[in-house]
């Protein structure tokens, strides 16, 4: 899990880590992120929030269907300044702790409701697991993928763990509930 500290450009940070953490996300002028739907718990005045569909209308509508994420996300665009802070919670109200991790190779699969925030350089798209890995783990057959770089925070239900992978390794974790 990664706390991003970078002055130089937008960066995350989890506050109140644990059952009821909160993802604070500083901007500069021009910088956005784009979050799910009713994440948002307070911005700064310089900080425009409009809904915007990613991926075009046959993506979004394939992870909204195939995922139960909403086809709309929220954009949080800051308009001017250089310390303009958004502040997210999931919006699925379950207690559970946020992480914050760097995409740069590959893909990130989460479960469905797991997806918080992400930089625009992030895409989102759903991916099927398998109909018996889906069905055994509870999780779905199919999971959101994260690809591209950039900050992607999620959240999960209870407490998270951080695993560290050597090259090529590939751990499966499930989120039940």
Do not use: W
Not at 14 to 31: D, I, M, R, W
Not at 36 to 58: F, P
Not at 63 to 83: H, K, N, P, Y
Not at 137 to 147: D, K, V
Request: glycine share 12%; aromatic share 6%.
């Amino acid at each position: 899990c990664v706390q991003t500290s970078r002055k130089d450009v937008m960066y995350f940070r989890v506050l109140y880590p644990g059952s009821h953490a909160t993802l604070q996300v500083f901007l500069k002028k021009g910088e956005s992120v784009l979050a799910e739907s009713d994440a948002m718990v307070s911005m700064s005045e310089h900080v425009d929030i409009q809904g915007k569909m990613t991926g075009g209308v046959a993506a979004g509508l394939a992870r909204s269907i195939l995922t139960s994420e909403s086809l709309f996300m929220q954009e949080m665009v800051a308009l001017s300044g250089d310390d303009n802070e958004v502040m997210l919670s999931p919006a699925s109200g379950l207690p559970g702790d946020i992480a914050i991790v760097e995409v740069s190779q590959g893909n990130m699969l989460l479960s469905e409701g797991a997806f918080l925030a992400c930089e625009p350089t992030v895409q989102l798209g759903a991916r099927s697991q398998g109909i018996l890995r889906g069905a055994l783990a509870r999780t779905g057959i199919f999971a959101i993928e994260a690809t591209g770089t950039g900050l992607l925070a999620f959240n999960g239900f209870g407490a998270l763990h951080k695993y560290s992978l050597g090259p090529g390794e590939v751990r499966d974790a499930f989120d039940t509930v």
